[in-house]
């Protein structure tokens, strides 16, 4: 049997230009501080998204600019805009952090939404959460981890 120390909450491993950033989802914790700086927060957790035009989507798969910039100017895709910096910033650890929410802010679109969207999926994941066991592959969304709680030094 394996104690609760034993276990390394799952991660996803995220391409960035800079090279490959360690996401998690979001504790309890962490979303009611985002809850409690942007209500909005809590319609897009229990409604989800909303369907884009012209079967477009989030990914960006096969959506136009005009799509995008449809999205982007809706009371949705607003709100999803305004919570990514603060998201990405805290599903990195930095919950708050001013500056760390910044850098988020400043980072490619593309790359926001890939953070974005792994640390939605594992804030999300219902029934059983992605395995911590399992190896880490970027590419397909796999959960990071060894078993084993990182090291402290």
């Known amino acids: 049997m394996v104690s609760l120390l034993d ?7 995220v391409d960035t230009p800079s090279g490959k ?5 979001l504790t309890p914790s962490s979303i009611a501080a985002i809850l409690r700086r942007f209500p909005a927060f809590g319609k897009l957790l229990t409604e989800g998204l909303p369907e884009l035009p012209n079967g477009a989507d989030i990914e960006g798969e096969g959506q136009s600019s005009a799509a995008a910039l449809a999205f982007a100017t ?3 895709g607003a709100t999803v805009v305004e919570l990514m910096p603060p998201i990405i910033a805290a599903g990195c650890g930095f919950l708050g952090n001013e500056k760390a929410e910044n850098n988020a802010a400043y980072l490619p ?5 890939a953070l974005f969207n792994a ?5 999300m994941t219902t029934g059983t959460p992605a395995n911590p066991l399992a190896g880490s ?6 959960a990071a981890g060894s078993g084993k709680a990182p090291a402290t030094s």
Do not use: F, K, W
């Open 137 to 142: 592959d970027a590419s397909n969304g796999e």
């Open 74 to 76: 809706s009371d949705a």
């Open 109 to 113: 679109a593309p790359v926001q939404r």
């Open 7 to 13: 276990i390394a909450p799952a991660s996803i491993e």
């Open 21 to 25: 950033l360690e996401v998690h989802g």
């Open 119 to 123: 640390i939605m999926q594992l804030t």
